[in-house]
């Protein structure tokens, strides 16, 4: 069975630092893209980029790049999304999750499995 | 950036009785292998997104027949035959073709 168990809830201040994790199971880690997906209080979702375990090729969303960090660790089976400086808008909940098929090559970005999200609270 | 659009927003929905929603992109979703890159989710409160329907018309593992899509280029429909107290939530759809993929704003339905 496919399982992404996420991290705990976390509450920061804005400049702090944060790591949250995504531990998966039920398949080969480094056989599938993972990614992240940000969704604000009350508001859509909104894709923000995609690790391949296996060789640690990232993309991220233009809208995100340069503001997180998403990273892999192959012996822990477990994706990483991370900030260095937090701010108020980062306060949303954020899923991981398994992209569809198999392989490095990307031909599509959407994902089958989710992991069930890390509520990420800033404020002052 | 590929813009998606769905109609309607919210959606009051009879038990028993069929249902749709419309998916609509600023782009083309029709790749060269012959596939459009368009993907259905539902969100119930609380819960993460849950993959219904793959590739425009394909059912993802567990979904109920009751669940079908269509659709081609940039145009698609999510169709639910009979609707079940257990349908309400948020769909989305979502398009995976052009980078970066973009959802559409989610129309949530509810059971009358």
């Known amino acids: 069975e496919v399982q992404l168990v996420q991290s705990g809830a976390e509450v920061k201040k804005p400049g702090e630092s944060l790591k949250i994790s995504c531990k998966v199971s039920g398949y080969r880690f480094t056989n599938y893209w993972i990614g992240w997906v940000r969704q604000m209080p009350g508001k859509g979702l909104e894709w923000m980029g995609i690790i391949f375990p296996g060789d640690s090729d990232v993309r991220y969303n233009p809208s995100f790049q340069g503001q997180i960090t998403i990273s892999a660790d192959k012996s822990t089976n477990t994706a990483y999304l991370q900030w260095s400086s937090l701010k108020a808008s980062d306060t949303a909940m954020y899923f991981c999750?398994?992209?569809?098929?198999?392989?490095?090559?990307?031909?599509?970005?959407?994902?089958?499995?989710w992991g069930q999200g890390t509520l990420v609270a800033v404020s002052s | 950036d590929i813009v998606m659009t769905q109609t309607p927003l919210s959606l009051a929905a009879t038990p028993g009785q069929p249902a749709s929603i419309s998916c609509k992109s600023t782009q083309s979703l029709l790749h060269s292998d012959g596939r459009s890159y368009l993907y259905w989710y539902r969100q119930k409160s609380g819960q993460s997104p849950q993959l219904l329907i793959y590739?425009?018309?394909s059912r993802f593992s567990g979904v109920p027949d009751r669940f079908s899509g269509s659709g081609s280029g940039t145009d698609f429909t999510l169709y639910i035959s009979r609707v079940e107290a257990e349908d309400v939530g948020i769909y989305y759809c979502?398009?995976?073709?052009?980078?970066?993929?973009?959802f559409g704003p989610g129309t949530k339905l509810e059971i009358k």
């Open positions: 999750a398994r992209h569809g098929y198999s392989g490095s090559k990307l031909k599509t970005y959407y994902f089958d499995y």
């Open positions: 979502m398009q995976g073709l052009h980078f970066p993929p973009a």
């Open positions: 590739e425009v018309s």
